[in-house]
């Protein structure tokens, strides 16, 4: 009997799960995984909430899961007695999301594979492991370029009144919220990274406007100067990226790598086409 393989790609917003038998592919959603703000009790009943309804535990021979979180030792724990204990069976594996990203974008070829989401990561990989990461240091510090990065760029000028009239009337229109709202959800309640993301589609939905563009360059040149530039492989292999914002703007992406003297490669909205490939 062929083993029944279940792939995991999880981010802070959701998580993409693809259920692959001989002659069987089932892709299912769920809710993001970060076990930054999820005890395992938590992962646990999320998983029997939302998972286990359209996929049975017991026909899932191993599980292949790439999250956000994992490269803390405690965080991996964590997710492995999680779905240890929801997929009791199961042969569990756990990376980090940006070994998921390096598989699905390089295969086996060398190359630096970046993730532009909700968070931000990258990597040099040589074609079989990472061989340097650039440090992550999650959105209250780092995670520059990234959805949450951006969005709280947007949340600044919004606040600081430094939008003009035309963008602060769409930005009311869109959100309908108030300055004390935003800092109540950025400040007192849970997921702040997940919510300041959330504001990155106003980014997108006024593109060609000067302060947006400015806000999307000086966002993802950060990431370019902070973490692309750091690799001196940057010059020699192509630049990859994954992610809802590197999709996004891969136009900006282009143009800013070309700027650098860099090679772009694969830009791709999301990993789990590549890492079905790479798992089959």
Same mark, same amino acid.
């Given at each position: 009997m062929p083993l029944i393989k279940l792939i995991a790609d999880s981010?802070?917003?959701?998580?993409? !799960? $693809?259920?692959? %038998? @001989?002659?069987?592919? @089932?892709?299912?959603?769920?809710a993001g995984i970060s076990p930054y703000f999820l005890s395992t009790s938590q992962i646990i009943g999320l998983l029997n909430e939302q998972l286990t309804s359209q996929i049975n535990p017991l026909t899932v021979?191993?599980?292949?899961? /790439?999250?956000? #979180?994992?490269?803390?030792?405690?965080?991996r724990t964590s997710l492995r007695k999680a779905l240890k204990a929801v997929f009791p069976s199961a042969k569990v594996q756990v990376e980090t999301d940006i070994l998921g990203a390096a598989?699905?974008? $390089? @295969?086996?070829? @060398? %190359?630096?594979? $970046? &993730?532009?989401?909700t968070g931000s990561n990258s990597c040099y990989y040589n074609g079989s492991k990472i061989a340097r990461n650039s440090p992550g240091l999650g959105y209250v510090l780092g995670d520059e370029g990234s959805g949450a990065s951006l969005g709280k760029k947007v949340i600044q000028y919004y606040l600081y009144n430094t939008f003009d009239e035309e963008l602060r009337a769409r930005f009311d229109a869109k959100y309908?919220?108030?300055?004390?709202e935003i800092l109540d959800n950025v400040y007192k309640k849970p997921l702040p990274n997940r919510y300041l993301a959330s504001f990155a589609l106003f980014l997108a939905e006024?593109? #060609?406007? /000067?302060?947006?563009?400015?806000? &999307?360059?000086? %966002?993802?040149?950060d990431f370019f100067f902070q973490h692309v530039c750091k690799y001196g492989e940057? !010059?020699? /292999?192509? &630049?990859?990226?994954?992610?809802?914002?590197?999709?996004?703007f891969q136009d900006v992406i282009r143009d800013m790598a070309a700027s650098y003297g860099l090679e772009?490669?694969? &830009?791709?909205?999301?990993?789990?086409?590549g890492l079905v490939a790479f798992h089959r």
């Open positions: 981010g802070s917003t959701k998580t993409e !799960w $693809c259920l692959l %038998g @001989k002659r069987q592919k @089932k892709t299912v959603l769920t021979d191993e599980i292949h899961y /790439y999250g956000t #979180g994992t490269k803390n030792p405690d965080n598989r699905a974008l $390089c @295969k086996k070829e @060398k %190359g630096i594979a $970046c &993730i532009l989401g309908v919220t108030t300055p004390q006024n593109r #060609g406007h /000067y302060m947006i563009e400015n806000i &999307i360059e000086d %966002g993802l040149n940057s !010059w020699k /292999y192509p &630049i990859h990226f994954v992610g809802s914002i590197a999709h996004g772009t490669g694969s &830009i791709l909205q999301a990993p789990m086409d």
